[in-house]
């Protein structure tokens, strides 16, 4: 993506996938180059957020859908804690000392009270996420938008800090 993100022709080979002839146009507005986040629940993920000084997105995922995932159950806010701590061990085994900014995902249920969304979110925000995303089922865009219009007039600004 940095190469990209220079307005360059970039080609690149793997064992994984080619990449032949991608750039990123127009180039993006932040120097060096935007924010990097790698989401994932995995070890590797976690390595790779410590290794290319990234911010890592914890993905939601049940329990249920684990293995077919191959990532870790992420339900709960224990289970952020959980994978927050390996994060910060992999940073450490790294000698990465910086920062590390944080985003969580949390789900919105338009049938249960809002005010169960926001104490969600303030409990990721005291264990350590700075940003967080809301998912909301839709079965259409204006069904996703007035989802957010409630949580909007609901929440207000509901501010997550570490």
């Known amino acids: ?60 995922n049940p329990r249920g859908r684990r293995v077919s995932r191959r990532s870790a159950a992420l339900e709960t806010v224990a289970d952020f804690k959980r994978l927050l701590a390996i994060l910060h061990a992999e940073a450490e085994t790294a000698a990465r000392t910086d920062q590390i900014s ?17 104490r969600t979110l303030e409990q990721f925000g005291d264990a350590g996420a700075g940003w967080v995303t809301v998912n909301v089922p839709s079965d259409s865009v204006d069904d996703a938008c007035r989802s957010f219009e409630i949580l909007a007039d609901e929440l207000g600004e509901c501010v997550v800090s570490p």
């Open 102 to 118: 944080v985003m969580v995902s949390a789900n919105y249920d338009p049938g249960e009270p809002v005010h169960r969304l926001k």
């Open 1 to 60: 993506m940095k190469s990209a993100w220079t307005g360059e022709s970039v080609t690149l080979h793997t064992d994984r996938f080619d990449a032949v002839a991608v750039c990123a146009q127009p180039r993006p507005v932040q120097r060096p180059h935007p924010p990097l986040w790698i989401g994932g629940n995995s070890r590797s993920a976690m390595r790779r957020v410590v290794t290319y000084r990234a911010g890592w997105m914890a993905l939601v």
